[in-house]
């Protein structure tokens, strides 16, 4: 069956850095698009960052030019760099493989990322 397990996240101050991997199985990775997704206290899921397998990427307006996307179709991972990390990124971070945009795809079971002020 699918598998998405997330890993990576924790507790950093404003201004800190994490990194976020996300291994999958059970899917023909290198065909998914792979995204990241974040839900905080009380809010929607939404969509941080997303990337085809072309390679192609899409970003929050909210996080352009502090996050960056990518995969290693060899390892069957998709990772996300967050730096100048900010409170309101505090949020549990989910990773999503969906092969068109259409579908709903896989979900991970998420991993918290706090952001202290």
């Known amino acids: 069956q699918v598998q998405l397990v997330e890993s990576g996240g924790g507790l950093v101050q404003s201004g800190g850095s994490l990194r976020l991997s996300c291994a999958a199985s059970?899917?023909?990775?290198?065909?998914?698009?792979m995204g990241w997704y974040r839900q905080g206290p009380g809010q929607q899921r939404e969509l941080v960052a997303a990337?085809?397998?072309?390679?192609?990427?899409d970003y929050a307006d909210s996080v352009k030019g502090r996050f960056t996307i990518s995969r290693d179709n060899a390892k069957n991972t998709v990772s996300l760099q967050m730096n100048s990390l900010k409170p309101e990124d505090t949020a549990v971070y989910y990773c999503?493989?969906?092969?068109?945009?259409?579908?709903?795809?896989?979900w991970g079971q998420g991993t918290q990322v706090t952001v202290s002020s």
């Open positions: 990337i085809t397998s072309g390679g192609s990427t």
């Open positions: 999503n493989s969906r092969r068109y945009s259409s579908d709903p795809g896989y």
């Open positions: 059970g899917i023909i990775f290198r065909i998914y698009t």
